[in-house]
Each structure stands twice: as C-alpha cells, then as structure tokens.
C-alpha cells in the first residue's frame, strides 16, 4: 500500500536550517510529484512547494522563495525539504504529500507530518 | 494570486443533520477543486476531487458540487466521526496550489 513516512520532530534556534525527510513506499516514485504543506498551530494548511520526481523541476510557493528547497533521491524513495533562516514563525507541522506528478490532480496520499519547533 | 474562502468558519450541527459547506475561488478554476478533512492531530485525508468525483473509500455521504468559482461539500447525514475541519483546495494552477482556511464542524 501507498505510504509516506516522515523523518521525526526537529527543535532549532531561529536562524538555522531544517531538512525533513519523507520517505515513500508501495509505488513508483519517480512517476508522481511530491508537495510540502504545512500547518502553523491551529492555523490552516499552507502549500510550500512542488516537485517532480520524474525530472527534478520545482514550483515554491512565492514567499518561501529564496528559503525552500526541494529535492529527491531516486535511489531511496525519499523526498527531502530544506527550510533556511528559520524564525519562530516557521513552528508548524510539515507534511509532504503526492500528487500525480505531470496533470493537475489533488494530494491523494499525505505523510504523518514532522513537527519543526523553532524556539531560542 | 488566486484566493480561496470559505464560509461559514465554524458549524455547529447536530448527528443525523445535513451540513452543507461553501468554497469560493477568486478566479475562473474550472473544476480543478478538492475538499479535505483533517481530525485533531491527523494528515488531511483527500475526500472530493474534480469538484464532485469522490475518493476511494469515502463514503456516499460525502457529495460535492459546483463548477468555475462557486463550490459546495454537502454531509448528508453527519454521523460523529465527521466533525472536524474541512478545507477546499483548488489545484487549476498546477503545479501551484491555494487551500482555503477551512470550516470548523462541530457539535
């Protein structure tokens, strides 16, 4: 069966950097996109960015732009998010979640999320 | 930039009633609209897609409606397991993608 399984919780100082990781299981990785979302405490849900697994291209949402960056390892199934110069803002739980990866379609599958604590 | 609302922020209904739930996208998005659920401490899980096309698993009654800016998620009967936050997401802009802020229903 189709899982996501993300990398567990993170504490960092303002300032840092954070990498979650979201690894994928019981499909073919490379035919379908990955999403991060997150989600502030009690807050709604915020998309983050896109990748294609197939051939690496990226989408960041506008005012992560510069902060974000997507990848993947084909080797390992697992896509990764790297947050910069995090601020206390950024506390939220991460998600990564599948899309069909080349036509417009919705998020099917999500991971558990990963919560990122930002606090001095 | 494409927003998304939804109304109303909280609703308050009781087992066996019919909650009816609206999306509004501020541009032309086809039928490119998905709704989700999300329960305390849980991923969303994918309930609509294609504005009116249910995902696997998802009971009858969840149904949706609507087409180019106006959408509607319809409960049939809320049984207790479907008070919880629901949002609308558009996805016509692939690969960029708007939720809206969500509609709390609760008891």
């Known amino acids: 069966q189709v899982q996501l399984v993300q990398s567990g919780g993170e504490v960092k100082k303002p300032g840092a950097s954070v990498k979650v990781s979201c690894k994928a299981s019981?499909?073919?990785?490379?035919?379908?996109?990955i999403n991060w979302v997150r989600q502030a405490p009690g807050q709604g849900l915020e998309w983050m960015g896109w990748i294609s697994v197939y051939n690496g291209n990226t989408n960041y949402a506008p005012r992560l732009q510069g902060r974000v960056t997507m990848t993947t390892d084909t080797s390992t199934s697992t896509a990764y998010m790297e947050l910069r110069s995090l601020r206390f803002d950024d506390t939220a739980v991460y998600y990564c979640?599948?899309?069909?990866?080349?036509?417009?379609?919705?998020?099917?599958?999500w991971g558990q999320g990963t919560l990122v604590t930002v606090s001095s | 930039e494409i927003v998304m609302t939804q109304s109303p922020a909280t609703l308050s209904v009781s087992p066996g009633d019919r909650a009816t739930l609206s999306c509004r996208a501020s541009q032309y998005i086809s039928n490119n609209l998905a709704w989700y659920q999300q329960k305390p401490g849980q991923a969303p899980r994918l309930l609509i897609y294609g504005a009116s096309s249910r995902a696997t698993g998802i009971p009858a009654r969840f149904s949706g409606s609507g087409s180019g800016t106006e959408f509607t998620l319809t409960i049939s009967s809320l049984q207790s397991e479907d008070f919880a936050v629901y949002y609308c997401?558009?996805?016509?802009?692939?690969?960029?993608?708007?939720f809206g802020p969500g509609t709390k229903v609760d008891i």
């Open positions: 979640a599948r899309d069909y990866g080349d036509i417009p379609t919705p998020f099917d599958y």
């Open positions: 997401q558009e996805y016509n802009y692939w690969p960029s993608f708007t």
């Open positions: 019981g499909y073919r990785f490379t035919k379908f996109g």
